[in-house]
């Protein structure tokens, strides 16, 4: 073998070798989660649940709003109270934000303000970055 061969081989093996450093693993971080209502306003409460291939390491709520809980899982339900508007009403820390694809919110039960429940066909919640 000569001396430029093993130089090339010698190369591309330490350029093989850097590009695995370069992989990322996991990297923790939190998720939002939205609400589309069609009472914007005019809802004052949400049950819903989460649900994610890790536990959540921590879950809060936008300022005016309260949060109910249950010890966080890889299911955890929750409930909001407050003025419920279009837009975020969740914050999840989640072990792995490249995994927010499987993520999941769904609605529960919504109340208006007066306490009545609402029909859920318009609501939605969405979970991104």
């Known amino acids: 073998m000569t001396r430029l061969s093993r130089s090339v081989l010698i190369a591309l093996a330490l350029a093989g070798a850097g590009s ?5 693993g996991p990297v923790a971080g939190e998720l939002t ?32 709003l309260r949060l109910f809980g249950q010890p966080l899982g890889t299911t955890t339900r929750f409930a909001i109270t407050g003025t ?13 934000v490249g995994k927010v694809a499987q993520y999941v919110a769904t609605v529960q039960a919504v109340a208006a303000s007066n306490f009545q ?7 939605s ?5």
């Open 125 to 129: 919640l969405t979970v991104a970055r």
């Open 33 to 64: 989660v939205s609400l589309a209502t069609p009472n914007s306003g005019a809802d004052g409460a949400i049950l819903l649940s989460v649900t994610g291939p890790e536990a959540l390491t921590s879950a809060t709520v936008p300022a005016g």
């Open 84 to 96: 419920l508007s279009n837009g975020a009403v969740l914050t999840i820390g989640v072990p792995d």
């Open 20 to 24: 695995c450093e370069s992989s990322q």
């Open 117 to 123: 429940l609402r029909a859920l066909s318009s609501y």
